[in-house]
């Protein structure tokens, strides 16, 4: 049990009633919130990233099956994650944020700054290497997300990583929408590892492939979709991959319990075994 869990289930433990969205009669795992039948648990596996996580999240966000922000968790083994409040700070959140052991860094669109004169659209250069990076997401709706970076003292001396186009996937609406095009099958031999490797280069640089909510525009990226960008920026290549195709893993097994046509790759669940193999991860 990771640090979302004990989230999720502290969460539900205080709830007045069900919490009731589109599928919530589904029978789900408690662990991944996956229909009982598609559950992907025995298939994670952690990375061995030296970044850490800190999810802020929604109060009704953590709730939600749809939410990505656990497959973080699921494959960083340095995962926090913390419901905010207007009127009160968990002290436990203040006291990971200033834990001399990590670099604070807070992920959010450079356009919303303001004059925040930290910025960074590139991996900082005022990186401490004695210190462990920690990436903040805001996972919420974007009116939230909004409302939560102004309303937050503690994130404003923050330095600023911005993936262009990051917003979490709270941003977006419930219902299906075109992914991707899929990459052809080729008869032509290549070498797996150069095959595997321009795959990936080549999803962390799409528009997002999550197809459970709408974006309101383009661009528009699910929260696991920002964290593998955000490795990626700081030099992690191996904890991308493995994050993103927990992500697709994640996108099939979902939609296979919905009515709506199934538009994650169907080989997902294929791709995803063969590089924990490759890399003989634990």
């Known amino acids: 049990m990771h640090a979302f869990h004990r989230l999720y289930q502290q969460r539900k433990s205080i709830s007045t009633k069900a919490y009731k969205s589109r599928g919530w009669k589904v029978k789900r795992c408690d662990f991944c919130r996956l229909a009982e039948q598609y559950c992907i648990c025995q298939l994670r596996k952690q990375s061995?990233?030296?970044?850490?996580?800190?999810?802020?999240?929604?109060?009704?966000?953590?709730?939600?099956?749809?939410?990505?922000?656990?497959?973080i968790a699921d494959i960083i083994p340095d995962t926090h994650a913390f419901i905010w409040h207007r009127t009160e700070v968990d002290e436990k959140l203040l006291s990971?944020?200033?834990?001399d052991k990590y670099q604070p860094f807070l992920v959010f669109p450079s356009e919303y700054a303001g004059e925040r004169p930290r910025v960074f659209k590139q991996q900082p250069d005022v990186i401490d290497h004695n210190k462990i990076p920690l990436f903040i997401l805001i996972d919420a709706t974007w009116r939230q997300a909004k409302r939560i970076f102004r309303k937050s003292e503690y994130l404003a001396q923050l330095p600023i990583v911005s993936i262009e186009s990051v917003i979490t996937e709270s941003v977006l609406?419930?219902?299906?929408?075109?992914?991707?095009?899929?990459?052809?099958?080729?008869?032509?031999?290549?070498?797996?590892?150069?095959?595997?490797?321009?795959?990936?280069?080549?999803?962390?640089?799409?528009?997002?492939?999550?197809?459970?909510?709408?974006?309101?525009?383009?661009?528009?990226?699910?929260?696991?979709?920002?964290?593998?960008?955000?490795?990626?920026?700081?030099?992690e290549n191996e904890s991308a991959k493995l994050l993103d195709l927990w992500f697709d893993v994640f996108s099939f097994r979902y939609q296979q319990a919905v009515k709506q046509t199934n538009k994650a790759n169907p080989r997902a669940v294929e791709n995803y075994q063969q590089y924990v193999s490759e890399r003989k991860l634990k």
């Open 96 to 99: 990971v944020i200033e834990d």
């Open 48 to 71: 061995n990233s030296r970044c850490s996580f800190l999810l802020l999240m929604s109060d009704d966000e953590v709730l939600k099956p749809s939410n990505t922000g656990r497959l």
């Open 173 to 235: 609406a419930e219902s299906a929408i075109e992914c991707a095009n899929p990459v052809n099958n080729s008869a032509e031999q290549v070498n797996t590892e150069q095959v595997n490797e321009k795959q990936h280069a080549t999803v962390l640089n799409y528009d997002s492939k999550y197809q459970l909510r709408k974006a309101e525009k383009p661009g528009q990226l699910g929260t696991a979709e920002v964290a593998a960008k955000v490795l990626q920026l700081f030099g």
